[in-house]
């Protein structure tokens, strides 16, 4: 059972358009993360959400924590090839803070 | 300040056989987890180490086993490899701290392990 499903898993798009990535749960998580990751490489972490409805900022990424902390968005605005990689949401549940990841968004920013 | 280093980069084992798998935590960070990823999936919770003690566990066989060190450093060791065990390792270390903090991982470049 995953826990956390990301939409959509693939998407391939051209240089300057804007796209939504979303991380969607039944599950309420503590804090929520948000990895990039490049072909032969760890995750890099983005962001890190704590607060329901909290929106954050990075350059070009915004990064939504739904109010009910089920739910997250990655929006990005004018890709670049350079936001090429599989972006990871991760949520932290419970004592351990053991991290339960999304089933990944393939994304390729044709130039 | 170094990032958190795993070695070694690559693997071929053979079924049956058995692995260890060897992560240096980043400077400061108390905190181990081990993940398994497969191709084209997130990476899945193996366990974590604090302080030395296994902190939780995800779910995977006995045949899965670690060891934190006090330097924080950590192994993973797996015992009659299966073909399904091939996927990329990834170490991560959190610092101690605050909830909020505790929560960030901050990944090794992973070892991957293909068992033939």
């Known amino acids: 059972t995953q826990l956390l499903e990301q939409s959509p898993q693939f998407l391939s798009i051209q240089e300057g358009e804007n796209l939504t990535v979303y991380c969607n749960s039944s599950?309420?998580?503590?804090?929520l993360q948000w990895y990039r990751q490049e072909p032969g490489e760890g995750p890099v972490l983005l962001v890190t959400v704590v607060t329901g409805g909290e929106v954050k900022k990075l350059k070009r990424l915004t990064f939504q924590f739904g109010d009910a902390r089920k739910d997250s968005s990655l929006h990005i605005t004018a890709a670049q090839p350079g936001d090429t990689g599989l972006y990871l949401c991760?949520?932290?549940?419970?004592?351990?803070?053991?991290?339960?990841f999304g089933t990944g968004t393939l994304l390729a920013v044709q130039p | 300040e170094t990032g958190v280093t795993q070695s070694p980069t690559h693997l071929i084992k053979t079924r049956g056989q058995q692995v260890t798998l060897r992560c240096s935590s980043q400077?400061?960070?108390?905190?181990v987890s081990w993940y398994q990823q497969a191709l084209g999936q997130g990476p899945q919770f193996i366990f974590q180490?604090?302080?030395?003690?296994?902190?939780g566990r995800g779910n995977f066989p006995p045949r899965f086993s670690g060891l934190q060190f006090p330097n924080y450093s950590s192994e993973l060791n797996v015992n009659a490899l299966e073909l399904d065990d091939s996927a990329l390792y990834l170490c991560?270390?959190?610092?101690?701290?605050?909830?909020?903090?505790?929560?960030?991982?901050?990944f090794g470049q992973g070892t991957r392990l293909t068992v033939v």
């Open positions: 991560a270390s959190s610092p101690p701290g605050p909830r909020r903090a505790n929560t960030e991982a901050f």
């Open positions: 599950s309420v998580f503590s804090s």
């Open positions: 180490y604090y302080r030395e003690e296994e902190n």
């Open positions: 400077s400061g960070h108390n905190t």
């Open positions: 991760a949520g932290a549940r419970g004592a351990t803070n053991k991290l339960i």
